[in-house]
């Protein structure tokens, strides 16, 4: 039995184990004003560029920015007509000849409010733009480089330009899309829509097949060998499915969590996130899970090896995960990588050299710098102190429960695992709660429920909150790219200047008052259905009404 | 504030936001008319009970803000609920009408500190069901604790508990799928409280049950030397 109880505290000691951080150093910040960071920071090997989402209040606007990589500001692009999030990547193409013509090296911009734009990333002039179509918000999804042209996904389809000068190759509508950037595979460009479609198009921009998808497709798809990879959003949780584009067979992998984030292709292994964590996909004659990683990743992943990645944890007080694979595609380590500004957060970090670059919702850009880029081989150095404490606390306890019940203490024994146990429950309830009531929930019922043919037309197809306070409703429409309860209601009230008072719990975010009224407690409908999930964990659709009202 | 998270969490957290707080909102005159009528219940089955005294109303008042304490202490823990093995002992050992008395109190006292309000009545009733099944289980056979059936009756009681708190977000418009689906998500609540009351069971009822016991033993002796305060049927 004793030895029993010390096999018992060493498997403890092995599994609950964290593993070493990566040696980097916090270099300089910056902070860029009152809003979001939501797309990642990308570098050459003189500037990091980053753009800015958010800043449409008052004289605020969304601008790109370049700084050197010790952290000097060198120029500034503003757009004085972006009002909605801009969440397009940003791209740099190296300079080159082609076809169409030449072109410097550039820096390549899609607008929320319909501008594609070509800077030099030089000095932040513009070499070109093109505008296309509008329709609530403008290009929100990742370019396509090509060899001298790029492909843009609009608002409502795609547009191929020239790299020389931003000719237009051709444009072709399609359906609404958000952030659902454009993949070229087999031949074909293929891209997703918010109306549940993939659309495959050919090469001279004729639209060759669209296939029906269960919900929203918001990223490019991830091809491998002849299959692409889709991670299909439902309102709250998702499918992983492939589309063979031999077979024209469209195969369900896995249900998983709502709010996908964009997938990312590991050597043979595809690895989708959202709010359940990450999964590991592997194909041989069928695809299957291989592996998850419980956290929460909804926006964009990057990988630093061809086994390790790093994606943003989009929860107050989470920073970025580092996740190390091996070739079978199972997850042999996670750690945590904490900055001081925490918190919601979609995009990856970037890095070039020793330098790391990150930025998230708190709108402040962070460089990191470090000898030595994180491997999968490099050996720990640190430990989590509160992590190593509970585990072993944990394990002492359960060895000393063992040691107990060797000397016939069975009361001392069974006070100690029943303690054990409920530490341990106490620890999963908050994500257990999560994915329980997830899956108890339906989807809920169509926005257009709720529309009152009052409001504007132009908030047709977009988010749109009604705070129902005791003198009267206040709506506020026309919002987009907001994908959880939480963020599109802060944003509405921020609109409206209403404060809001809520508080961090470990079951979620609680919302106190809204404009200062609380009563007994304020709870949301989501298209007139009661919501279930805490407001930070409740993924909405791109159309939807949200309903706050007294309880 | 955290109180009524709490309170609510008791319900199944992920829908607290949803759910406001659990229930209507009452008037300060209905939430006072509701105090009045729990405390008039809990009085009537305090004294009323049989072979009362004023020691036994003093240690059992003295019980009631100790677990109400630890309950409010025990807050930060989502269900983990004393007041439940508490109410199967006080009822097992004081019998059913001063178990139901000693649930009520001690729930209405401990929301006072926590969160008060419509949801108050169906704790209380839910503890009180816990107080009855006590006095009926044959929890202490020659004054001997059944360990292992008060464990099982704990973790039914958590079950049985969950259930009738969750009566309190029934409304007009609810359909059963949507009272069932409600259940459904406290469930991993309900685990908790289960677990929670068998930490209980093993860390605190063999001290409650010598406590209860001598509170009994005290009660008995009093009244053969002519102790009869509160003599009743």
């Given at each position: 039995?004793?030895?029993?109880?010390?096999?018992?505290?060493?498997?403890?000691?092995?599994?609950?184990?964290?593993?070493?951080?990566?040696?980097?150093?916090a270099s300089w910040s910056v902070d860029l004003g009152p809003g979001y960071i939501t797309t990642s920071p990308i570098t050459d090997e003189e500037r990091v560029y980053v753009r800015t989402s958010g800043f449409w209040?008052?004289?605020?606007?969304?601008?790109?920015?370049?700084?050197?990589?010790?952290?000097?500001?060198?120029?500034?692009?503003?757009?004085?007509?972006?009002?909605?999030?801009?969440?397009?990547?940003?791209?740099?193409?190296?300079?080159?000849?082609?076809?169409?013509?030449?072109?410097?090296?550039?820096?390549?911009?899609?607008?929320?409010?319909?501008?594609?734009?070509?800077?030099?990333?030089?000095?932040?002039?513009?070499?070109?733009?093109?505008?296309?179509?509008?329709?609530?918000?403008?290009?929100?999804?990742?370019?396509?480089?090509?060899?001298?042209?790029?492909?843009?996904?609009?608002?409502?389809?795609?547009?191929?330009?020239?790299?020389?000068?931003?000719?237009?190759?051709?444009?072709?509508?399609?359906?609404?899309?958000?952030?659902?950037?454009?993949?070229?595979?087999?031949?074909?460009?293929?891209?997703?829509?918010?109306?549940?479609?993939?659309w495959q198009v050919g090469v001279d921009g004729v639209t060759v097949n669209s296939i029906n998808l269960s919900g929203p497709l918001r990223h490019a798809p991830v091809q491998l060998n002849d299959r692409l990879f889709?991670?299909?959003?439902?309102?709250?949780?998702?499918?992983?499915?492939?589309?063979?584009?031999?077979?024209?067979?469209?195969?369900?992998?896995?249900?998983?969590?709502?709010?996908?984030?964009?997938?990312?292709?590991?050597?043979?292994?595809?690895?989708?996130?959202?709010?359940?964590?990450?999964?590991?996909?592997?194909?041989?004659?069928?695809?299957?899970?291989?592996?998850?990683?419980?956290?929460?990743?909804?926006?964009?992943?990057?990988?630093?090896?061809?086994?390790?990645?790093?994606?943003?944890?989009?929860?107050?007080?989470?920073?970025?995960?580092?996740?190390?694979?091996?070739?079978?595609?199972?997850?042999?380590?996670?750690?945590?990588?904490?900055?001081?500004?925490?918190?919601?957060?979609?995009?990856?970090?970037?890095?070039?050299?020793?330098?790391?670059?990150?930025?998230?919702?708190?709108?402040?850009?962070?460089?990191?710098?470090?000898?030595?880029?994180p491997s999968e081989n490099q050996p720990s150095d640190q430990l989590d102190g509160r992590a190593l404490l509970g585990m072993v606390v944990l394990a002492s306890a359960v060895g000393g429960s063992a040691f107990f019940?060797?000397?016939?203490?069975?009361?001392?024994?069974?006070?100690?695992?029943?303690?054990?146990?409920?530490?341990?429950?106490?620890?999963?309830?908050?994500?257990?709660?999560?994915?329980?009531?997830?899956?108890?929930?339906?989807?809920?019922?169509?926005?257009?429920?709720?529309?009152?043919?009052?409001?504007?037309?132009?908030?047709?197809?977009?988010?749109?909150?009604?705070?129902?306070?005791?003198?009267?409703?206040?709506?506020?429409?026309?919002?987009?790219?907001?994908?959880?309860?939480?963020?599109?209601?802060?944003?509405?009230?921020?609109?409206?200047?209403?404060?809001?008072?809520?508080?961090?719990?470990?079951?979620?975010?609680?919302?106190?008052?809204?404009?200062?009224?609380?009563?007994?407690?304020?709870?949301?409908?989501?298209?007139?259905?009661?919501?279930?999930?805490?407001?930070?964990?409740?993924?909405?659709?791109?159309?939807?009404?949200?309903?706050?009202?007294?309880? | 504030?955290?109180?009524?998270?709490?309170?609510?969490?008791?319900?199944?957290?992920?829908?607290?936001?949803?759910?406001?707080?659990?229930?209507?909102?009452?008037?300060?005159?209905?939430?006072?008319?509701?105090?009045?009528?729990?405390?008039?219940?809990?009085?009537?089955?305090?004294?009323?009970?049989?072979?009362?005294?004023?020691?036994?109303?003093?240690?059992?008042?003295?019980?009631?803000?100790?677990?109400?304490?630890?309950?409010?202490?025990?807050?930060?823990?989502?269900?983990?609920?004393?007041?439940?093995?508490?109410?199967?002992?006080?009822?097992?050992?004081?019998?059913?009408?001063?178990?139901?008395?000693?649930?009520?109190?001690?729930?209405?006292?401990?929301?006072?500190?926590?969160?008060?309000?419509?949801?108050?009545?169906?704790?209380?009733?839910?503890?009180?069901?816990?107080?009855?099944?006590?006095?009926?289980?044959?929890?202490?056979?020659?004054?001997?604790?059944?360990?292992?059936?008060?464990?099982?009756?704990?973790?039914?009681?958590?079950?049985?508990?969950?259930?009738?708190?969750?009566?309190?977000?029934?409304?007009?418009?609810?359909?059963?799928?949507?009272?069932?689906?409600?259940?459904?998500?406290?469930?991993?609540?309900?685990?908790?409280?289960?677990?929670?009351?068998?930490?209980?069971?093993?860390?605190?009822?063999?001290?409650?049950?010598?406590?209860?016991?001598?509170?009994?033993?005290?009660?008995?002796?009093?009244?053969?030397?002519?102790?009869?305060?509160?003599?009743?049927?």
């Amino acid at each position: 039995m004793r030895r029993s109880a010390l096999l018992c505290t060493l498997l403890l000691a092995v599994f609950l184990a964290p593993s070493g951080a990566a040696n980097w150093t916090a270099s300089w910040s910056v902070d860029l004003g009152p809003g979001y960071i939501t797309t990642s920071p990308i570098t050459d090997e003189e500037r990091v560029y980053v753009r800015t989402s958010g800043f449409w209040t008052g004289t605020d606007r969304p601008e790109v920015k370049a700084f050197s990589h010790d952290g000097s500001l060198e120029w500034t692009y503003r757009s004085n007509t972006t009002t909605q999030h801009d969440m397009a990547p940003l791209m740099l193409k190296s300079a080159g000849t082609g076809a169409c013509g030449s072109w410097p090296d550039l820096l390549l911009v899609g607008w929320a409010n319909g501008d594609f734009s070509a800077l030099h990333p030089g000095n932040g002039t513009l070499a070109w733009t093109v505008s296309t179509t509008v329709d609530g918000w403008g290009i929100t999804g990742a370019p396509l480089l090509e060899a001298d042209h790029v492909v843009v996904p609009t608002r409502n389809g795609l547009v191929r330009l020239c790299l020389g000068n931003g000719e237009v190759d051709f444009s072709v509508n399609l359906s609404l899309g958000w952030r659902n950037g454009v993949t070229f595979a087999e031949g074909h460009y293929w891209t997703g829509s918010e109306t549940g479609h993939l659309w495959q198009v050919g090469v001279d921009g004729v639209t060759v097949n669209s296939i029906n998808l269960s919900g929203p497709l918001r990223h490019a798809p991830v091809q491998l060998n002849d299959r692409l990879f889709l991670h299909v959003q439902h309102l709250t949780s998702s499918t992983i499915q492939t589309y063979n584009m031999t077979s024209g067979v469209l195969d369900d992998v896995e249900t998983s969590g709502g709010s996908p984030a964009i997938p990312l292709l590991m050597e043979e292994t595809v690895i989708f996130g959202d709010n359940e964590g990450l999964t590991s996909v592997r194909c041989a004659s069928t695809c299957s899970v291989v592996d998850r990683l419980p956290t929460k990743v909804n926006g964009e992943m990057a990988s630093v090896s061809t086994t390790a990645l790093y994606a943003p944890v989009n929860s107050p007080g989470e920073g970025w995960v580092l996740a190390q694979l091996n070739t079978s595609g199972w997850f042999t380590m996670a750690e945590s990588f904490s900055t001081p500004y925490d918190g919601y957060g979609t995009s990856s970090p970037a890095s070039v050299g020793e330098w790391l670059f990150l930025g998230n919702d708190a709108g402040v850009l962070m460089a990191y710098s470090t000898a030595s880029t994180p491997s999968e081989n490099q050996p720990s150095d640190q430990l989590d102190g509160r992590a190593l404490l509970g585990m072993v606390v944990l394990a002492s306890a359960v060895g000393g429960s063992a040691f107990f019940a060797r000397k016939g203490a069975f009361s001392s024994s069974w006070r100690l695992f029943s303690l054990s146990v409920l530490v341990v429950a106490l620890m999963m309830l908050p994500e257990v709660s999560r994915t329980w009531s997830s899956a108890l929930v339906e989807d809920n019922a169509p926005a257009t429920t709720e529309w009152d043919d009052s409001w504007p037309e132009a908030w047709l197809g977009t988010q749109i909150v009604v705070f129902e306070f005791p003198d009267g409703p206040v709506t506020i429409g026309g919002l987009v790219g907001h994908q959880t309860v939480w963020s599109l209601t802060t944003e509405a009230a921020q609109a409206s200047d209403i404060p809001l008072v809520s508080q961090e719990t470990g079951l979620g975010l609680y919302l106190l008052s809204i404009n200062e009224t609380e009563g007994s407690g304020w709870e949301y409908f989501l298209n007139g259905e009661r919501g279930t999930l805490a407001v930070d964990d409740a993924s909405i659709d791109s159309t939807v009404v949200v309903r706050w009202s007294l309880a | 504030m955290v109180a009524m998270l709490k309170a609510v969490a008791l319900l199944g957290g992920d829908m607290f936001q949803a759910l406001g707080v659990h229930g209507p909102v009452l008037t300060p005159f209905a939430s006072a008319l509701m105090d009045i009528a729990l405390v008039s219940l809990a009085f009537v089955f305090f004294v009323g009970g049989s072979r009362t005294n004023r020691m036994t109303m003093g240690m059992l008042a003295t019980l009631v803000v100790a677990i109400a304490a630890l309950r409010v202490l025990m807050q930060p823990l989502p269900n983990v609920q004393p007041l439940t093995v508490a109410a199967l002992l006080v009822g097992a050992h004081l019998g059913a009408r001063r178990g139901v008395a000693f649930a009520i109190l001690a729930t209405l006292l401990s929301n006072l500190l926590i969160s008060h309000g419509w949801w108050t009545l169906f704790q209380a009733a839910g503890w009180s069901l816990v107080a009855l099944i006590g006095a009926r289980a044959n929890l202490v056979q020659n004054n001997q604790l059944q360990l292992p059936r008060l464990a099982v009756l704990s973790v039914v009681s958590a079950v049985l508990f969950g259930f009738v708190s969750t009566l309190s977000l029934v409304t007009s418009t609810m359909t059963p799928s949507a009272f069932m689906v409600l259940l459904g998500q406290g469930l991993p609540f309900d685990v908790v409280h289960a677990l929670g009351n068998l930490v209980f069971v093993v860390w605190m009822a063999p001290s409650l049950h010598h406590f209860l016991s001598g509170l009994a033993a005290s009660e008995n002796e009093l009244l053969a030397v002519g102790e009869v305060h509160g003599i009743d049927a």
